[in-house]
């Protein structure tokens, strides 16, 4: 049996967790006015500092449903809560990266066409490739 010293920890720590999550939530909100003004690159990397908070929250998350002390005391209602955000979540995530991917393709097929693609940053590409398929080849001694 637990020890209430020991739950008192832990409830201490999921609201240093929230309290934490919540404002990460607010400066996100914050800068988006801001992010939406910058240049390319600052959004960029605004949007992979995002992601990187989403992969951490999400293995913090997956970690938190794999923890037998907090999977069974976790009511049904609160798991099916957590499926329709997560299936929400993932349906988003997806439609977006099938847009993405689609209109990025869309793009570079077009400036290949009018020869609009940077020469020097698809040649760098090419070799970067050529190096990737040369790691898993056979070569005999």
Same mark, same amino acid.
């Given at each position: =049996? ?5 739950? /008192?920890?832990?409830?201490?720590? +999921?609201?240093?967790?929230?309290? +934490? ?5 607010? =400066? ?6 801001? #992010?939406?003004? %910058? ?10 500092? /995002?992601?990187?908070? =989403? ?9 938190? +449903?794999?923890?037998?002390?907090? %999977?069974?005391?976790?009511?049904? $209602?609160?798991?099916?809560? #957590? ?26 097929? $077009? *400036?290949?066409? $009018? @020869? *609009?693609?940077?020469? +020097? ?6 070799? @970067?490739? $050529?190096?990737?398929? @040369?790691?898993?080849?056979? =070569?005999?001694?």
């Amino acid at each position: =049996m637990s020890r209430p010293v020991d739950v /008192a920890a832990f409830v201490r720590s +999921l609201e240093r967790w929230v309290q +934490l999550q919540r404002s990460i939530l607010e =400066m996100f909100r914050d800068l988006d006015p801001q #992010v939406r003004e %910058s240049d390319r690159l600052d959004i960029i990397i605004h949007t992979r500092i /995002a992601f990187n908070h =989403m992969i951490r929250t999400l293995k913090a998350f997956d970690d938190w +449903l794999q923890d037998p002390f907090i %999977s069974s005391n976790i009511p049904r $209602e609160l798991l099916i809560d #957590v499926w329709d955000t997560t299936l929400k979540m993932m349906e988003l995530l997806l439609e977006l990266d099938i847009r993405h991917t689609s209109s990025v393709k869309d793009i570079i097929e $077009e *400036k290949s066409r $009018e @020869g *609009k693609l940077n020469p +020097l940053l698809s040649h760098l590409r090419d070799l @970067g490739r $050529e190096r990737e398929e @040369g790691r898993g080849s056979s =070569m005999s001694i």
